[in-house]
């Protein structure tokens, strides 16, 4: 990354220091070749900050791309924390396509392929796992011969998003939208959980990444969902198997909806309960729904 792309990078950084307050911490990783940490996790002080752009405007090419070094030094860092702050998430920056770890050739890596298995480039630990929700992976490319597929496909599978940084016009507004979202974090740990009237049944539960599950009975169901913006709605399908109404029934119950989530503000576990779900079961449809 030279002349303008690693400008913008520097440019892009800057803007990220800017936006955090003194009781946010960051770390900045270099990565090339290998990985190393530029500054450790430092709280965004004024002095803080201005560690954090000197150590910024002294980073400089040199090398290959090697993300899946970048992104496991990052999780180290996330690791290694004796304290955890209430939202995490890693930024990652880059203008070309790895060259050790998806069969590019690289400098000493090239024989090592994963026939652009991309998911291989994020860490275990910063995946969802049994018990263990993902990290965001914010993805920016910068420039059009970086990788979008691998940053695209990094930032899906961590529940983050991926911004292409084409030029010094769109920097501020791609990286706004970024830390403005992670400093509005409003809930964490949502998990919604449906439970059937009998004898409905849960068949398939559409959650797209979020993790679902399905109980052995297929009498309920839930979606682990994790953390909302404020504002940020989500929604999924249900598919259920509803039984044959009798003669005499107007309304089939189907299910009870209930969500509870951790506020970021209070620390609090809050409980939700939905309205029941019902369905009307008339004898003959009305003219306007037919």
């Given at each position: ?5 690693i ?9 990220v220091?800017?936006q955090l ?25 004024d002095?803080?900050k201005v ?7 002294l980073l ?8 899946l070094?970048?992104?496991t ?15 995490a ?5 880059s ?14 890596y ?14 275990g ?6 018990g ?8 920016f490319g910068?420039g059009g011969?970086?990788?979008s ?17 084409e ?13 403005g979202?992670?400093?509005s ?12 009237v ?11 990444r ?13 979606v ?12 999924f399908?249900?598919l259920v ?5 009798g ?23 809050v ?6 779900v ?13």
């Amino acid at each position: 990354m030279t002349g303008l792309k690693i400008a913008l990078l520097k440019k892009a950084m800057e803007f990220v220091v800017d936006q955090l307050g003194p009781a946010d911490r960051l770390s900045v990783v270099a990565f090339s070749t290998d990985a190393r940490r530029v500054i450790p996790l430092t709280r965004m002080s004024d002095v803080g900050k201005v560690k954090a752009k000197d150590a910024v405007q002294l980073l400089m090419a040199d090398g290959g791309t090697n993300i899946l070094k970048g992104l496991t030094e990052a999780a180290k860092v996330l690791d290694g924390r004796r304290h955890k702050n209430a939202v995490a998430s890693v930024i990652l920056l880059s203008d070309g396509q790895d060259t050790y770890n998806l069969g590019g050739g690289g400098y000493g890596y090239g024989s090592v392929s994963y026939s652009k298995n991309y998911r291989a480039l994020v860490p275990g630990s910063l995946l969802s796992s049994a018990g263990h929700r993902s990290t965001p992976i914010h993805t920016f490319g910068f420039g059009g011969d970086h990788d979008s597929s691998a940053m695209h496909t990094i930032a899906e599978e961590t529940g983050g998003t991926f911004s292409f940084i084409e030029d010094e016009t769109v920097v501020q507004d791609s990286f706004a939208q970024c830390i403005g979202g992670l400093l509005s974090v409003v809930v964490q740990e949502a998990l919604i959980t449906v439970k059937c009237v009998h004898p409905v049944r849960v068949r398939a539960v559409k959650s797209g990444r979020y993790d679902s599950s399905i109980d052995a009975y297929a009498r309920s169901a839930s979606v682990d969902v994790g953390e909302l913006y404020a504002d940020e709605e989500r929604r999924f399908l249900l598919l259920v198997d509803v039984p044959k109404a009798g003669d005499a029934d107007e309304v089939t119950q189907l299910m009870k909806v209930t969500c509870t989530y951790r506020d970021t503000a209070t620390g609090q576990v809050v409980d939700v309960a939905g309205e029941d779900v019902e369905v009307q079961r008339p004898v003959e449809l009305a003219k306007d729904q037919q």
